[in-house]
Antibody, heavy 118, light 108 residues
C-alpha cells in the first residue's frame, strides 16, 4: 500500500527556519514525482513544486521559486520542504503528494499545518 | 503558466441530481494531462479523474471526466450525500502545474 506520512504540525516565529518532511513507503521512492501543495485557510490548492527523487530534478512554481527549497533523501525515502526565513503569510496547510505517470497526484499525505506567528 | 478557470464557483443541487462542473484552460492542455480532485472539509484532496477521463482507483462510476484541448468537464451522474464537497481541476502537462480555483458543490 502506498503511503505518504508527513511530519507533525509546527508553530514558528517570523524569521525562523523550518524543514517539514514527507516519508514515502509501499513503492519505489525513486521512480515517481513528489509534489508539494499549499492550502491557506479557507482557500484553494496551490502547486508549489515537484521533485523526482531518482535524479533530484526539481521544478518550482514562479510564485514559490526562491521562497522555499524542495529536496529528497533517497536513502530514507523522504522528501522535504524547507524555508530559511518564515513569514506570517507562510501560515498554511502543506500537503505532499505522489504522481503516477507525471505530476498527477494519485496519493496524498495527511498534511502538515504550519503556523507562523510572533 | 496555464491558468485554469472553473465554473460555476458554487453549485447548489439535491441528492439524485446530475452535476456538471467545468474547467477551462488558458491554453491547450497537451496529452489531456488534466486531473480532477475532491476535497472534503478537514481532509486531504482525493484524486477522482486523471488523463481527463480515466477514473482513479476506487472511484465510483457515477464520476466521469471528458474534454480535451482547453475545455474539460467533470460529471457526477447521480449525486450521493457524500459527494457534496469542493472540486478542483489541475493540469500537469507543463510546469508549473496549476490548479483551478475550485467549485463548491453544496446541498440545495
Amino acid at each position: 500500500e502506498v503511503q505518504l506520512v508527513q511530519s507533525g504540525a509546527e508553530v514558528k516565529k517570523p524569521g525562523e527556519s523550518l524543514k517539514i518532511s514527507c516519508k514515502g513507503s509501499g513503492y519505489s521512492f525513486t521512480s515517481y514525482w513528489i509534489g508539494w501543495v499549499r492550502q491557506m485557510s479557507g482557500k484553494g490548492l496551490e502547486w508549489m513544486g515537484i521533485i523526482y527523487p531518482g535524479d533530484s530534478d526539481t521544478r518550482y512554481s514562479p510564485s514559490f521559486q526562491g521562497q522555499v527549497t524542495i529536496s529528497a533523501d533517497k536513502s530514507i525515502s523522504t522528501a522535504y520542504l524547507q524555508w530559511s526565513s518564515l513569514k506570517a503569510s507562510d501560515t498554511a496547510m502543506y500537503y505532499c503528494a505522489r504522481g503516477m505517470a507525471a505530476a498527477d497526484f494519485h496519493h496524498w499525505g495527511q498534511g502538515t499545518l504550519v503556523t507562523v506567528s510572533s | 503558466e496555464i491558468v485554469l478557470t472553473q465554473s460555476p464557483g458554487t453549485l447548489s443541487l439535491s441528492p439524485g441530481e446530475r452535476a456538471t462542473l467545468s474547467c477551462r484552460a488558458s491554453q491547450s492542455v497537451s496529452s489531456s494531462y488534466l486531473a480532477w480532485y475532491q476535497q472534503k472539509s478537514g481532509q486531504a484532496p482525493r484524486l477522482l479523474i486523471y488523463g481527463a477521463s480515466s477514473r482513479a482507483t476506487g472511484i465510483p462510476d457515477r464520476f466521469s471526466g471528458s474534454g480535451s484541448g482547453t475545455d474539460f468537464t467533470l460529471t457526477i451522474s447521480r449525486l450521493e450525500p457524500e459527494d457534496f464537497a469542493v472540486y478542483y481541476c489541475q493540469q500537469y502537462a507543463t510546469s508549473p502545474g496549476t490548479f483551478g480555483q475550485g467549485t463548491k458543490l453544496e446541498i440545495k
